[in-house]
DNA sequence: GTCTATATTGTGATAGAC
DNA sequence: GTCTATCACAATATAGAC
């Protein structure tokens, strides 16, 4: 992904990161993109398939980012889950494309989905029904705050600690 | 509400929400509501002051049916959990609309908002930081599967039934 | 590899006739 | 309370000149 293509290419992936941080998905235009580049919509056609292949491109980086977040915290299961609340809302918008949207799996480098899976089991442990329990709830933590749909004054360090406690078990 | 206004705005409402529920959020525009109704996008401005009322006024109907089907479930908190769950499920685009979206604060009838907070409270019983964490997993539950993001062979009854363990303690 | 011009389709919203 | 006509945009994408 990203690397093995022309200059042009390499940058359209940078801007298109930038662009996404910066202004969310629905920002994500190919006439958004090319202002970015200097150059017309129409000509990045001469370098990418069309929106999705710049979608997947950033999916794939998403995946490979969180994992590295993920894997670069603590080995203690409330540290790797507290990294994930971090990551998640230091890149909202990354967030969303890369762990909620649904992924374009046809442009997806083989493998990379379930490199992200088992990092996920890794975080949670045990077996894959808590596994997954417990991100459904790292999710919706993050995805409720994200959509500010907790009240003004909850205190979310203790939600989130009480749901690592809650995961513990 | 729908059901203060005039018989043109209350049809106005009903096919808001046939609209949604068949082709989703993306879907409800002006243009797409107007052709159910039979008249012209710009008739509706009669009726609207625009597509924030709409949006407003599924968001109030959603809240009171997931409301009521919350209370309609066994009063144990397992029955109240898969409740949420079934609503979700058959809703996918009522339940994006009021429980995932932003809710349209301004257009909303007070206290409305309070009362879902305290259903939920309900479901999951103890204090808000254990209330919260566990919507969290339930609403995380609900948004990856509606978003694929779970294995197409993952056993989805049993990490429920697992989650609702995880949370009665 | 860039450009202009264009096709096609979509959006929310307003003015003013009837 | 409906209509037509229109504004002012936005989107993805293609054709073909240079």
Known sequence: ?????????????VESLALLESKGLASLSMRNLADRLHIKAP??????????????DLQAYGITQFGQAIAAANKSKR??????????TENPHLYEVTLRTPLLRDRLPEGLE?????MIIEITGKDHEHARAVWAMLHGLVDLEIAGRFPENADLDKTWL????????
Chains 1, 2 share one sequence.
């Open 1 to 13: 992904m990203a690397n093995t293509y022309g200059p042009t290419r390499e940058r359209i992936f």
């Open 43 to 56: 000509s990045l056609y001469k370098h990418v398939e069309g929106r999705d292949e710049i979608v997947a």
């Open 79 to 88: 540290a790797k889950a507290l990294a994930y609340r971090r990551w998640a």
């Open 114 to 118: 379930d490199g992200v899976t088992q």
């Open 162 to 169: 009480r749901a690592i406690q809650m995961a513990s078990q």
